[in-house]
């Protein structure tokens, strides 16, 4: 190594015990058993859902629980305590309201904090000690270190542990420590966070989700098809901001446009409310527990069909400037009879229903008034000036990518593009053809620079952020059409119907797997593909284990609108030393359900995979890194203070 550089870290490290504690330290590290990783996919939206299998880690808490206390405890006081840690100030409130005097108070006070020590002790057991301070309540890290290093064999020492706890009591401090400790160990349960795509779109709070993953202590992200969108609005993609409002009013969620991120709807509203009527095809879909008066519901019928249009006519101009999209069979305005109403598709005519072109010129259908380009030019000005939507967009640009390898699996929210015969499908950009891995990374690039750019409205990088979201060979969106207009327009559900990329069916075979893996430059003995995006139809009997165990399908339907698909709510999978873990969730109705019954909503756990011996850091990406620390370490010390 040059010495240059071991002279500057010589400055960190200026004596040779220095050197020897690190390398010590980070020896140590790396025997430790590896931490939980926890993945999930597919959220939607779904806030409330998702902070419970975030506050239960996937049933790992009730486990620790279980494990620790399963002989004092009986089954009801285990579920009680467990509440108590996924929702502490909440738990305490009602808990409390049940005693009758100090005394009985106190004593309980007393001993949940010695049964939180115990299962921070517990839970921390396979983290440094330095690791575990970051993780505990500031005000109270010595407090805590004192409790969790005392030990029973002093007399002495009971005493002073004692002391402390009724201390903490008596100066009023004890619901604030039980809720610290109840989210340290929260904490501890799961070391890191992946979320395999799709937070947003379809459910109502999305923007919650994300102020939750930008607090976390550790997380990153594989984009979903509707991540991308959120990302291509914001980047300057006109089309991609008219889905995502056209979604937003599909499900009754403009409040995420305008209350959560303070875009102005007005503008959209008034031309809504000057070109068109009620529409039974753009009803926003709702949630039994939604309730709208008739006049908003026809507000937002009227707004959902001024953007549709709006989406429709903006796609036309791409679709004819990329001829390599491949997407001319979607110019469907050009192909539709206006004085007959009805449209022909791949020869075959049909009927439209619900029709709702008041603002189209049939000799240029894809031409926008001037009121529709003032008010998507208006709404893209009130996008990129939204503070808020721009620190969400740029922390999923910073923790995003398109696929991740990590830990020697590969995670992607959609598909690998390939064809029937299972050969990684090529894409032709710009005159030059690209597939499998080299793809992605000509999709990622496009991203990364229609991001960088947002002035730019119409290059190739923003028409491909577009194309990610519904071209044949994005990644993402893995169908061979987005049958949009036939849903709203076509009564014949064949029309509906979106091809699937060969990917789905062949990914149920090991030896594609294996050559996916390959491709990404994997062991495929090792490693497992984490895919998002399908709902995995556990109701019609569908294993979200494919492929002998080297794929895991983990979307569930955490989306409520999915449940009735998919019979469950939502897949999560854990990954820790002993191997792989497929959780089940059933359906969350709410926190207070919990609360009060202690129903947990979590069901089966399944395993994937069994390591053979228990996996520790050393064999895991941070290992590689830790063991490149020790190596230039190691170098330090003999160039600097071993000679
Ligand atoms: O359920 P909706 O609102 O009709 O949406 C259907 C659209 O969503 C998509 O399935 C994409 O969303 P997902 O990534 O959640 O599957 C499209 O393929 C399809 O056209
Ligand atoms: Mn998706």
Redesign the pocket.
């Known amino acids: 190594m040059n010495t240059k550089y071991l002279d500057l870290l010589a400055q960190k490290y200026n004596s040779e015990e220095k050197v020897v504690t690190e390398i010590i330290n980070l020896e140590a590290i790396l025997n430790l058993p590896k931490g939980t990783e926890h993945f999930v996919s ?1 959220l ?1 939206g779904e806030y409330k859902a998702f902070q419970h299998v975030l506050r239960n880690g996937s049933g790992k808490v009730k486990e620790k629980i279980s494990d620790l206390f399963a002989k004092e405890l009986s089954e009801e006081e285990i579920t009680e305590f467990a509440t108590l840690v996924y929702y502490p100030e909440e738990k305490l409130q009602l808990i409390k309201s049940n005693f009758n005097s100090t005394q009985e108070l106190n004593q309980w006070y007393t001993e949940m904090i010695e049964r939180m020590i115990k299962l921070i002790s517990y839970a921390s057991s396979k983290y440094t000690r330095s690791k575990l301070r970051k993780a505990l309540p500031e005000q109270f890290v010595y407090i805590i270190e004192e409790l969790l290093y005392k030990t029973d064999e002093f007399t002495n020492k009971k005493e002073y542990y004692t002391k402390i706890v009724q201390e903490i009591i008596s100066l009023g401090q004890a619901d604030k420590l039980i809720i610290g400790l109840s989210y340290t160990t929260q904490r501890l349960v799961v070391d890191h966070l992946h979320v395999v795509g ?1 937070i947003y ?2 459910g109502p709070e999305p923007d919650k989700i994300m102020e939750t993953l930008i607090n976390y202590h550790s997380v990153d992200i594989q984009w ?3 991540d991308v969108l959120w990302l291509g609005a914001f980047a300057g993609s006109k089309v991609c901001l008219a889905n995502i409002i056209r ?1 937003c009013a ?2 009754n969620n403009l409040g995420i446009i305008e209350d959560a991120y303070g875009i102005n709807l007005r503008p959209l509203l008034n031309l809504a409310e000057k070109y068109y009527d009620d529409n039974t095809a753009f009803r926003p879909k709702k949630q039994p527990e939604e309730k709208l008066s008739d006049y908003e519901e026809w507000q937002i019928t009227k707004i959902h069909q001024a953007i549709t249009m709006i989406q429709f006519k903006l796609e036309s101009p791409i679709i004819k400037r990329r001829p390599y999209f491949n997407m001319s069979d979607r110019l469907l305005l050009d192909k539709v009879d206006y004085d007959k109403n009805e449209v022909t598709i791949q020869g075959e005519t049909h009927p439209i229903e619900n029709p709702c072109f008041a603002t189209v010129n049939p000799e240029h259908p894809e031409e926008l008034l001037d009121e529709e380009a003032e008010v998507i030019d208006r709404l893209l000005f009130s996008v990129q000036h939204s503070e808020k939507l721009a620190r969400h967009m740029k922390f999923l640009m910073k923790k995003g990518s398109l696929y991740l390898k990590y830990n020697s699996n590969l995670l992607i929210h959609g598909c690998i593009p390939l064809d029937e015969d299972g050969n990684m499908e090529s894409m032709e950009v710009e005159g030059k053809s690209y597939k499998g891995r080299e793809l992605f990374d000509v999709f990622e690039r496009n991203l990364l620079h229609a991001f960088a750019h947002p002035e730019e409205t119409d290059d190739l990088a923003t028409d491909m952020v577009w194309y990610l979201w519904t071209g044949e060979s994005s990644s993402l ?1 893995g ?1 061979r059409a ?3 207009f036939e ?1 709203y327009f076509i009564k014949d559900k064949k029309t509906h119907k ?1 091809q699937k990329n060969p990917y789905y069916h062949l990914r149920e075979q090991e030896d594609i797997c294996r050559k996916i893996l390959e491709e990404f430059d994997m062991d495929p003995d090792q490693g497992h593909i984490i895919n998002g ?2 709902p995995v139809k556990e109701i019609e009997g569908e294993n979200p284990i494919k492929a002998n165990g080297k794929m895991i399908v983990i979307d569930g339907g955490f ?1 409520k ?1 999915y449940q009735p698909t998919t019979g469950i709510a939502g897949y999560t999978l854990l990954y820790n030393s002993y191997g792989m873990q497929l959780v089940a969730h059933k359906h969350f109705n709410s926190k207070e359900e919990i609360l009060q019954n202690g129903m947990d909503v979590l069901s089966v756990k399944r395993l994937v995979d069994k390591e053979l011996e228990r996996k520790k850091v050393r064999e895991t990406n941070i290992g590689e890194e830790l063991l490149q620390q020790v190596s230039i370490l190691n170098d330090l010390l003999e160039y600097r203070y071993l000679k």
């Open positions: 597919d939607h799709d779109d379809r979903g098809n509707h979604i599909r499900y969106f169908k987005m049958t949009t849903r979106e995006h399908t989306s609108a």
